[in-house]
């Protein structure tokens, strides 16, 4: 019997989770930007920048495919109230515990399939997709943010580019090593994605970042991290052209329901 990419990637996520719970010396680390090395940080800082200053404490989050939490609860931190939906149900678990560490009682987390979402009458203010675009059908994941997302709310989406041949060559070597299903090879986001996103909403703003991070690890024994990150930073700018080879983008739609 033929498995879909979607059980394939279930499984994985869904074991690797399993494994971190059975550790008895599990620890949440750091969250958010914080969790990446600093060099590779600046997407997530600029995604946690914009988020803290458009979610106010009464609005509704909703954060898909959160994994173990590790953006969801630097999105909690701002009080709102957050829902936070996995499909792999131990990746789930770390994710309240990682809540539970932080003290954080504003998250609602569910077990769920991001293609087959049911709110009913449900609607939210924020909506967020940190990693995930390629475990998901484009159409569907569309159509269910636009059922559950407010008129003025706004979709907010941090990925990797297809295009960068470091992202590209790691996912082939994995899907070669039978760790990745086909599917996410296929559906890595690259500059259709994008225009596919500004054809499907009113107004797409797009900031990339990371066009020669594959220098950081270098970069960093050369100089420190901080300089590292910021020559990183400033190559994006000079070489702006060069941007559909980034290694990262957030995407921030707004809806056209208006
Ligand atoms: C790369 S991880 C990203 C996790 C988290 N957003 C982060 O950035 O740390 C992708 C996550 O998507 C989840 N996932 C994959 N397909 C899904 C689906 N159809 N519905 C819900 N979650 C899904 C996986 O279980 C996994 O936790």
Redesign the pocket.
């Known amino acids: 019997m033929k498995v879909s990419g979607?059980v394939i990637?279930?499984e994985r996520?869904?074991s690797k989770s399993e494994e971190k719970l059975n550790d008895p010396h599990i620890n949440f680390g750091s969250s958010g930007s914080k969790a990446f090395p600093v060099y590779l940080q600046s997407p997530y800082i600029f995604f946690e920048e914009y988020a803290a200053r458009v979610i106010r404490s009464e609005m509704k989050v909703l954060?898909?495919?959160?994994?173990?939490g590790?953006?969801t609860v630097s999105l909690a931190k701002s009080n709102a109230n957050v829902t936070a939906?996995?499909?792999?149900e131990n990746?789930i678990k770390i994710a309240k515990l990682r809540a539970l560490h932080e003290r954080l009682n504003n998250i609602e987390f569910l077990v769920?399939?991001?293609?087959k979402l049911n709110f009913g009458e449900q609607k939210f203010d924020i909506i967020i997709?940190?990693?995930?675009l390629s475990?998901?059908d484009l159409t569907s994941l569309i159509s269910q943010i636009k059922k559950y997302l407010k008129p003025e709310g706004k979709f907010i989406c941090v990925d990797s580019l297809d295009h960068n041949l470091i992202y590209r060559t790691n996912r082939l070597i994995h899907y070669l090593c039978s760790r990745r299903s086909w599917s996410t090879l296929v559906r890595m986001p690259n500059m259709r994605t994008i225009k596919y996103f500004k054809r499907e909403f009113h107004d797409v703003k797009i900031k990339y970042f990371g066009i020669f991070c594959f220098l950081g690890p270098v970069l960093t024994r050369i100089f420190n991290e901080t300089k590292a990150k910021n020559i990183i930073d400033y190559l994006d700018i000079k070489f702006a052209l060069l941007k559909k080879y980034s290694f990262k983008f957030v995407l921030i739609a707004s809806n056209n329901q208006l």
């Open positions: 979607k990637e279930y996520y869904n954060d898909l495919c959160c994994g173990d590790v953006h939906i996995d499909i792999a990746s769920a399939d991001v293609e997709l940190v990693g995930s475990y998901l």
